[in-house]
């Protein structure tokens, strides 16, 4: 995944955007508390290695980290949203977890 991001990753007018589920089926308090983990580990890890129980399009995310990886420094990491359904409408008792994240390209000085 992180060499076909590479390869598509065509500059400052370049926006991909990957798209997974988190956490799946845990009541509101344990869902929250592991997007929370989820969301951290995205944001600072250097390796890839998200777990599949963590989030379906772990893959993904891991081919976005690895991409980060080869790149030091051009990347800046930003949590934009964190939320399950049972924010919404949906009950409290079985939840599905979303986040969203944002790799930004720095700006080389």
Same mark, same amino acid.
Request: aromatic content about 8%; charged content about 25%.
């Given at each position: 995944? %992180? &060499? !076909? ?10 926006? /991909?955007?990957? @798209? @997974?589920?988190? &956490?799946?089926?845990?009541? =509101? %308090?344990? %869902? ?6 989820? +969301?951290?580990?995205? %944001?600072? &890890?250097?390796?890839? *290695?998200?777990?599949?129980? $963590? +989030?379906?399009?772990? #893959?993904?995310?891991?081919?976005? /980290?690895? !991409? #980060?990886?080869?790149?030091?420094? $051009?990347? $800046? ?7 399950? @359904?049972?924010?919404? #409408? ?6 599905? *977890? =979303?986040?969203?994240? +944002? ?7």
């Amino acid at each position: 995944v %992180a &060499s !076909l991001l590479e390869r598509v990753w065509g500059g400052d007018d370049t926006q /991909i955007l990957i @798209s @997974s589920d988190l &956490s799946h089926y845990h009541g =509101y %308090a344990e %869902a929250t508390a592991l997007d929370r983990q989820t +969301a951290g580990w995205i %944001a600072t &890890s250097e390796q890839p *290695g998200l777990d599949h129980q $963590r +989030a379906c399009g772990a #893959a993904c995310i891991d081919g976005l /980290i690895e !991409l #980060a990886r080869r790149h030091p420094g $051009r990347f $800046r990491r930003e949590c934009i949203d964190l939320r399950n @359904s049972g924010d919404t #409408a949906g009950p409290r008792d079985r939840v599905v *977890g =979303y986040g969203a994240f +944002a790799f930004h390209e720095v700006a080389p000085c």
